[in-house]
């Protein structure tokens, strides 16, 4: 347990552009040294975005959410900071002088990088209605319910639960369950 809450979200700046370029070259570090343990994670995060061509065509295309920054999730050592530190595309960490400062978990839950039980990024959900889920934090904890709704925009899930020797509908974040 402690070896995984070492491990704190952090933001990269890069040249505009190199985004990518950056997430490659710090994953392609990571599996050469061997140091999957230590540097878990690399995302640009991006969002769909319609737009309409000149023909009236309407085409889906990524953009980025947050341009000439990456975001790392690893555990802060001299080793992992001098990879990341010295990629090429990446001009320093965020953060006051050359101390890096990782994120709050409330930016990381805005962010939807990650929730409590497994990452969630860019609206990567494994839940459906019908699903059972179990509740792990707030007012109904340890009640097992089943989904009747999910809004990923919102990262909310309405829920069937047993409460008060009913059925009651409550919505939760999708932070506060587990899938059964």
Same mark, same amino acid.
Request: avoid cysteine.
């Given at each position: 347990?402690?070896?995984?809450?070492?491990?704190?979200?952090?933001?990269?700046?890069?040249?505009?552009?190199?985004?990518? &370029?950056?997430?490659?070259?710090? /994953?392609?570090? %990571?599996?050469?040294?061997?140091? +999957?343990?230590?540097? @878990?994670? *690399? !995302?640009?995060?991006?969002?769909?975005?319609?737009?309409?061509?000149?023909?009236?065509?309407?085409?889906?295309?990524?953009?980025?959410?947050?341009?000439?920054?990456?975001?790392?999730?690893?555990?802060?050592?001299?080793?992992?900071?001098?990879?990341?530190?010295?990629?090429?595309?990446?001009?320093?960490?965020?953060?006051?002088?050359? &101390?890096?400062?990782?994120?709050? /978990?409330?930016? %990381?839950?805005?962010?939807?990088? +990650?929730?409590?039980? @497994?990452? *969630? !990024?860019?609206?990567?959900?494994?839940?459906?209605?019908?699903?059972?889920?179990?509740?792990?934090?707030?007012?109904?904890?340890?009640?097992?319910?089943?989904?009747?709704?999910?809004?990923?925009?919102?990262?909310?899930?309405?829920?069937?639960?047993?409460?008060?020797?009913?059925?009651?509908?409550?919505?939760?974040?999708?932070?506060?369950?587990?899938?059964?």
């Amino acid at each position: 347990m402690s070896e995984e809450r070492s491990k704190r979200w952090y933001v990269v700046h890069t040249y505009s552009g190199h985004e990518n &370029k950056v997430k490659t070259t710090i /994953e392609n570090s %990571v599996k050469n040294r061997n140091m +999957e343990d230590i540097i @878990e994670k *690399v !995302v640009v995060p991006t969002e769909d975005v319609v737009t309409t061509t000149k023909t009236g065509k309407e085409k889906i295309t990524q953009r980025k959410i947050f341009p000439s920054y990456v975001i790392v999730k690893m555990e802060m050592t001299d080793e992992s900071w001098y990879i990341v530190r010295n990629t090429k595309g990446v001009t320093g960490f965020v953060g006051p002088g050359s &101390k890096p400062v990782p994120l709050t /978990e409330d930016e %990381v839950y805005a962010m939807g990088l +990650e929730n409590d039980s @497994e990452s *969630v !990024v860019a609206g990567d959900i494994d839940l459906e209605p019908g699903d059972s889920v179990r509740v792990i934090s707030g007012s109904f904890v340890d009640n097992v319910g089943e989904v009747e709704d999910i809004n990923i925009e919102k990262r909310e899930v309405k829920v069937y639960v047993n409460a008060f020797g009913r059925k009651a509908l409550v919505t939760l974040g999708l932070e506060n369950i587990e899938k059964v």
